[in-house]
């Protein structure tokens, strides 16, 4: 990779073997060819590849394998996060020893910390490597909301070496409060999965990180965003919310994302590691095969 990090970087899904007790690493192989072929600029290990439900030696591993992808064109980003500044200091240097471009970390979670120790723990991380490292806010899903002023205090600190995910709610107003409170520089990747995309689009996003059973969807309409083709743009962002609002916890993501990734004969199996908060039944697996067709439509231009 060379210059900064941006485009459409895609989260993996990591696949399990039937029994969930090992990774599919044939699976993986295919996931990013079929990523790549959908328009992905990149991939990242992050909260859809189930990272909390991998050991740490599995993480490495599978980071290690995604390093092997990475090369001037494709960007390979790995999450190192952890519940102690030691541990993600040390899970960042060896990412970066097994060749990973960019690092991911979310706040530690068992612990409300307070922000001097939360940015502490961010710039321990960012200092311990020579890679760029790009701060996630996964609030939507566990953990706790980082301030704006939290995340412009690591953009003082650490300057164009940290990219930021913000997913709190209201994402488009703390995108806002954040580019003012650092003067517009702050580098950020929309953090809704495409949800918001054209929403927050014009307050100055550097990418996208959706799910790997949008990014053919995701792709298009970051290009139509960049290129000023808002037209196109809201049209693909209309049925592609109406998609992702099925989604609407991450085992649900998990669920939906890794069904229709072995529908698309990508994956072997759908299985997620248990135990898991969400069934997919079959009314909604039919809501989504619908909402799914709209949008290929929409995409391949059939829909106006």
Not at 98 to 123: D, H, N, W
Request: negative net charge.
């Amino acid at each position: 990779m060379t210059g900064s990090l941006g485009g459409v970087l895609a989260i993996l899904a990591t696949p399990f073997t039937a029994d969930e007790q090992n990774i599919a690493w044939s699976d993986i192989a295919k996931e990013v060819d079929w990523l790549r072929a959908s328009g992905a600029d990149g991939v990242v290990i992050g909260m859809v590849s189930e990272v909390l439900r991998l050991s740490d030696a599995e993480r490495l591993e599978l980071t290690s394998e995604i390093a092997k992808y990475g090369d001037e064109r494709f960007a390979t980003v790995t999450s190192v996060g952890a519940e102690s500044t030691a541990t993600a200091v040390r899970s960042a240097r060896q990412a970066e020893a097994a060749g990973i471009q960019a690092l991911m970390a979310i706040a530690p979670m068992s612990v409300a910390a307070p922000e001097r120790e939360v940015v502490r723990y961010f710039v321990a991380i960012a200092e311990a490597v020579d890679i760029p490292l790009v701060v996630q806010d996964a609030s939507n899903y566990v953990g706790y909301a980082l301030s704006t002023g939290c995340l412009a205090t690591l953009h003082r600190e650490l300057g164009d070496r940290v990219y930021f995910k913000p997913e709190a709610v209201p994402v488009g107003p703390r995108l806002t409060m954040l580019q003012d409170e650092t003067s517009g520089g702050a580098k950020v990747f929309d953090g809704t999965g495409g949800a918001a995309l054209a929403e927050c689009h014009p307050r100055r996003l550097v990418g996208t990180m959706p799910g790997p059973d949008l990014c053919w969807a995701v792709a298009p309409l970051w290009r139509a965003l960049e290129e000023g083709d808002l037209a196109r743009a809201e049209t693909i962002q209309a049925d592609l919310a109406a998609a992702l609002s099925l989604e609407c916890t991450l085992d649900a993501f998990l669920a939906i994302g890794k069904n229709h990734l072995a529908e698309e004969g990508i994956f072997e199996n759908a299985v997620v590691r248990g135990p898991t908060g969400y069934t997919l039944d079959a009314p909604t697996r039919e809501c989504w095969q619908t909402r799914i067709a709209r949008l290929k439509s929409t995409v391949e231009g059939g829909v106006a």
